[in-house]
């Protein structure tokens, strides 16, 4: 008996501008954008939770708005698009938000927290005075099972007043 044993190659390369670096990747077209982000480039910092748009621990910037990285492909990308990780060392803001993080004490176990802190630059970025319904709206992407979502809320307004300051 013959078997016939027929290997599809779909993979295609991708240039990624992640944290104004270059990656070149090679990837299968629809390999979720988180994937590519952790295996390819190497960067832990996004975390795998739910893999369909639920919980939004894998949030990252892409072009300054937060998006949940498990639910776009590597193909949707192009190297224009500008994604930001947590690793990221010149985001606007980025640092500003990390250091109000650490003054409330946010995290707790700490994995939905790039998620968070993302979401909260990217808010801050677009509306450096966010009322508390600001806040609220901007931040339900991201859930958090540790409940610190008292203190999310205090790290922006924090952040906030040094920007405004
Ligand atoms: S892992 Fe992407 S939304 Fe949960
Ligand atoms: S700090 Fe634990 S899930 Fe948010």
Redesign the pocket.
């Known amino acids: 008996m013959f078997v016939l044993l027929i290997i599809f190659n779909n993979m295609a390369n991708y240039t990624l501008n992640i944290n104004n670096k270059k990656y070149k990747v090679e990837a299968e077209p629809d390999t979720p954008l988180l994937w590519v982000i952790r295996d390819k480039a190497g960067l832990k910092g996004t975390k795998f939770g739910c893999g369909a748009a639920h919980c939004g621990?894998c949030t990252v910037l892409f072009n300054g708005y937060p998006i949940k990285s498990c639910t776009i492909s590597v193909a949707a990308t192009t190297p224009e698009t500008k994604i930001t990780t947590i690793e990221s060392t010149d985001y606007k803001n980025l640092k500003l938000v990390q250091d109000a993080w650490i003054k409330e004490q946010?995290?707790?176990?700490?994995?939905?927290?790039s998620g968070?802190v993302l979401s909260a630059v990217s808010l801050l970025n677009q509306n450096p005075k966010p009322s508390n319904a600001d806040i609220d709206n901007a931040m339900t992407g991201v859930?958090?099972?540790?409940?610190?979502y008292p203190r999310v809320k205090k790290a922006i307004q924090t952040a906030s007043q040094k920007l405004n300051g």
Do not use: E
């Open positions: 621990v946010v995290p707790q176990c700490g994995y939905c927290q968070q859930l958090c099972r540790c409940g610190t």
